[in-house]
């Protein structure tokens, strides 16, 4: 017995270490942690950016007799706030277009900002700069890889690379983040938002590079890019499903400059990012998409754009190289449990816990979550927000008309939180687009999500030609770090941009020109405190059911809304089972369940193309497109696109 004492006082002893031990470790992460200081995004003080107005007086010929209108954007780009990338753009064209134009002490000043600048998240220095998401990937890369290309002997001093370093550099990742494009499309799928920061960086590559294989590969690319804007345009509306959107890029778009440039009226492009597309003369738009762009035939196109987190893994993405972490942060996804690991050792490894949107990790770098390698099962029993932001695999099914178009994102991410995504619309011909959302916070506009950005939770969609059918089954609880969980959904339909307009209880009902719309719902709809353009259905338990039609289709107005208030409804909330019945086709959803079409479950995983226009799988070597006899044939491997 005497010799239990001893052992009980050592184990005692070990306990007690471990615990001063633990405790130690982690007072000294949480004194580290505190330290942790943030570089700003952005100026406190407005900064006039003038370079895109530069570039296109210099290429109408106007003489530039005050070169210090550059003056803003360098200082911009030399203290690195976000979109410093956007800002060397057309700093680029001036430089390789017009670099005989700028007086020599000038090009010194613009020199030196260049060779100073922090070009990947790898070099040294610290800033708030957003390098990852998938338009800035490659707006760094055409950026570092073209200074690179122009200043080769150079050495860029916070790198202390030379320039033909830093091209080679770029090089690898614009390569990989063309075949990333070419294999599974663009994560940010048909965003109006970005599709035009891709054109700015891609458009540069074509005209600059000296290199013919990115050359030959960025127009391929290019090419894809607008075929997903020619498919998705109604009317020179280009607004779909999409990765990445923002209030008023859900209502009414921000690239009709573009459409009109192609295959509207013609006008002229003004000075910005995309100016570079009137300006090239190495880019000439395949006539085939200017056909598919004006096709007012009635279409279906259905399309795989981007990858589910598990797919990862299977299709070489998930260390946490540059190539792993281009498609990963490419796709927001930073905190899911697949990832965690990876996003924090970036962090670490690059310095970046001091910028401003990945500063939040700072909460994980603890010692002993890293050690036990415990962050995948924190951020599962957590659960945050964060997870949402991931923009997985888009299967977008889109039917287009004379009259309209309805788009939707089948069966995508159900019940999930969300950022930035756009999961349904209807464009009305080419003059607005109405959809309907679960607000992630009641009020304001300054983060993503919020009220008319995002979804607090993603409804069931799904669509067959002109009807969609999306149930929201909201959670009785708030999420540990949800910002509100709101009882209500809501539809952006406005009053004043219809002809006409009639709400009867759960329908609503509008007319512009020869186009109809339908919204019919669980529960009575009301517009919120006045509005004119926010409708209001309350419930977490709901359903959004949606036709679009015309007068070619159904009649008048009048016939119209006799024949929807006629077709039959039935919703369980015990089970989240909805059907319905129109046109003697007799749809059912059950909510994160099937989709079914008279008894017929309704597959809604698609080919990478499906249309009338191409049919294709996933990382096809050939990609054909035709319509009215034109053809667009491309063959990335081996750099072919003719047309």
């Not at 430089?95 to 020599?104: A, G, K, M, R």
């Not at 035009?196 to 590559?205: T, V, W």
């Not at 939040?360 to 932001?389: A, C, R, T």
């Not at 024949?563 to 749809?587: A, C, P, T, W």
């Amino acid at each position: 017995m005497k010799a239990e004492k001893p052992k009980k006082i050592r184990i005692w002893m070990v306990l007690v270490s471990i615990f001063l031990f633990i405790f130690l470790i982690t007072a000294i992460d949480f004194y580290r942690i505190s330290n942790y200081e943030t570089y700003p995004k952005s100026p406190n003080l407005k900064i006039q950016l003038n370079e895109s107005q530069v570039y296109h007086d210099l290429v109408n010929g106007k003489s530039i007799t005050d070169w210090n209108r550059l003056d803003g954007t360098l200082s911009y780009i030399k203290a690195e706030y976000d979109c410093s990338d956007f800002r060397l753009v057309n700093l680029i064209r001036i430089l390789y277009e017009f670099n005989d134009s700028i007086p020599t002490t000038y090009k010194s000043k613009i020199e030196d900002v260049l060779m100073n600048f922090r070009y990947w998240m790898d070099e040294p220095g610290e800033n708030s700069m957003c390098y990852w998401s998938e338009n800035h990937q490659i707006l760094f890369a055409s950026a570092e890889y073209l200074i690179g290309q122009k200043y080769p002997n150079e050495i860029f001093h916070n790198s202390g690379l030379t320039g033909e370093q830093h091209y080679e550099k770029a090089r690898q990742r614009i390569l990989d983040w063309l075949q990333m494009r070419w294999d599974y499309g663009f994560t940010e799928f048909y965003s109006n938002v970005y599709y035009k920061e891709d054109i700015g960086a891609i458009i540069n590559l074509i005209d600059y590079a000296e290199d013919e294989e990115i050359v030959k590969k960025s127009k391929i690319i290019m090419d894809l890019l607008f075929y997903d804007v020619a498919a998705q345009n109604c009317d020179k509306l280009f607004v779909s499903t999409s990765g990445r959107a923002y209030e008023s890029h859900r209502k009414k778009g921000s690239m009709s400059s573009i459409t009109n440039y192609y295959w509207g009226d013609g006008r002229r492009l003004g000075p910005g990012m995309v100016y570079g597309l009137e300006a090239t003369k190495n880019y000439q738009l395949p006539p085939v998409l200017k056909e598919i762009a004006l096709d007012s035939n009635n279409v279906v196109i259905k399309q795989r754009n981007g990858l589910n987190l598990e797919e990862l893994g299977p299709e070489g993405f998930s260390l946490g190289d540059t190539k792993g972490m281009m498609m990963q942060w490419g796709m927001e996804a930073f905190t899911n449990p697949e990832v965690i690991r990876n996003s924090l050792a970036y962090i670490r490894n690059n310095s970046m816990f001091s910028n401003v949107f990945v500063t939040d990790f700072k909460m994980l770098d603890f010692s002993l979550l890293k050690w036990l390698h415990l962050e995948p099962e924190i951020v599962e029993l957590i659960n945050p927000q964060y997870n949402g932001i991931a923009i997985q695999k888009g299967n977008t099914y889109t039917y287009k008309t004379k009259d309209y178009s309805i788009y939707t994102a089948q069966r995508h991410q159900v019940g999930d939180f969300a950022d930035q995504q756009h999961i349904f619309g209807v464009n009305v011909k080419g003059h607005f687009a109405v959809f309907h959302c679960h607000p992630a916070i009641d009020k304001g506009k300054n983060q993503s999500p919020n009220y008319w950005v995002g979804y607090g939770h993603f409804p069931h969609a799904v669509q067959d030609k002109n009807v969609n059918l999306s149930i929201y089954s909201l959670p009785a609880e708030k999420g540990i770090i949800e910002m509100d969980l709101l009882d209500y959904t809501h539809a952006y339909f406005p009053k004043n941009q219809f002809d006409t307009l009639v709400m009867d209880k759960n329908y609503v009902f509008g007319k512009k020109g020869e186009t109809y719309v339908a919204f019919v719902g669980a529960n009575e709809f009301y517009y919120k405190n006045d509005s004119d353009d926010d409708i209001i259905q309350e419930g977490k338990k709901a359903f959004w059911i949606t036709e679009a039609s015309s007068q070619r289709e159904d009649g008048s107005f009048q016939d119209f809304i006799r024949r929807i208030k006629d077709n039959k409804v039935s919703f369980n909330k015990e089970n989240m089972h909805l059907s319905y019945l129109s046109k003697g086709r007799q749809y059912a959803l059950s909510f994160d369940g099937d989709f079914k079409i008279d008894d017929k479950i309704i597959d809604t995983n698609y080919k990478r193309f499906d249309s009338p226009y191409i049919q294709a799988e996933k990382k096809a070597d050939k990609l054909k497109f035709e319509l009215n006899g034109k053809t667009l044939l491309l063959d990335f491997k081996n750099q072919i696109r003719e047309f």
